[in-house]
């Protein structure tokens, strides 16, 4: 898991500082293992990788949920989504609905 987390930053800082075209399988989703598709991206492998003492080392789960949720904000998110082909828009579209509302469930749990 703390590979994981090491990677997921790694890719996150990658997409962040390059402006290149990206896929699907180039969103470094926030799932411990890399989705192949859209139905791998579930609430349940959401929540065990954000929710992991790997991932959040220091900070309560309520801070690493909020964390979270500002990178996958649709308004935030919504600069990647420009820069994603667009066979894989949908795709990335639909998951990245998924994990946004799987954050703010879980936030919702926490208050």
């Avoid at 898991?1 to 930053?9: D, G, L, P, Q, V």
């Avoid at 349940?44 to 992991?52: C, D, E, G, P, Q």
């Avoid at 609905?97 to 703010?104: D, E, F, Q, S, W």
């Amino acid at each position: 898991e703390e590979e994981a987390r090491e990677t997921y930053e790694r890719r996150w800082a990658a997409i962040q500082s390059d402006g290149s075209p990206l896929k699907f399988k180039s969103i470094p989703w926030p799932t411990t293992s890399p989705p192949r598709d859209v139905g791998e991206i579930t609430p349940a492998a959401i929540a065990k990788f954000i929710l992991s003492p790997a991932h959040s080392r220091g900070v309560s789960r309520k801070e690493a949920i909020k964390g979270a949720l500002r990178r996958w904000h649709p308004d935030r998110f919504g600069r990647i989504l420009k820069r994603v082909d667009e066979k894989d828009k949908r795709a990335v579209e639909r998951g990245a609905g998924i994990v946004a509302r799987c954050l703010n469930d879980l936030l919702a749990r926490e208050n």
